[in-house]
């Protein structure tokens, strides 16, 4: 019996923790309805996992530089949609869409990205495996 409850909340544990690391890498915080793209330059590219983050400085309607952040998938993902670090180095102008977090903060969902002096275009959901 007591072997039998051992078991029993050691699987207990198992399916708690999958249903944790499920919901942390949920991207239910963005509303993949709406899109916005701004034009800024590359602050800092956090390629790390297990999400990326890529900091953009965005010059606001009031002529306020604003950090916006673009979140997307680790390195991994990143690399088989042909996204290195280096193409993203502090000071690159960029254009980069995403999809807004629902909270109204200046993030977004990394959709697309396109660097202005070069016009190569960058998509990090393209390194997602099918299914």
């Known amino acids: 019996m ?14 708690l923790m999958s249903l944790s690391t499920i919901a942390h890498h949920s991207i239910t915080m963005f509303d993949r309805d709406k899109t916005v793209t701004v034009t800024g330059v590359v602050k800092e590219f956090q390629y790390t996992n297990p999400h990326s983050w890529l900091i953009v400085t965005v010059t606001d309607e009031d002529g306020k530089k604003v950090n916006w952040g673009f979140e997307a998938e680790g390195p991994s993902t990143l690399i088989r949609a042909g996204i290195k670090k280096k193409d993203f180095r502090p000071g690159t102008r960029i254009t980069i869409t995403g999809n807004p977090i629902r909270d109204g903060r200046k993030a977004a969902y990394w959709v697309k990205a396109v660097r202005l002096d070069d016009g190569k275009e960058f998509e990090p959901r393209q390194g997602f495996i099918p299914k």
């Open 2 to 15: 007591k072997k039998l409850l051992t078991i029993s909340t050691a699987a207990l544990a198992v399916i």
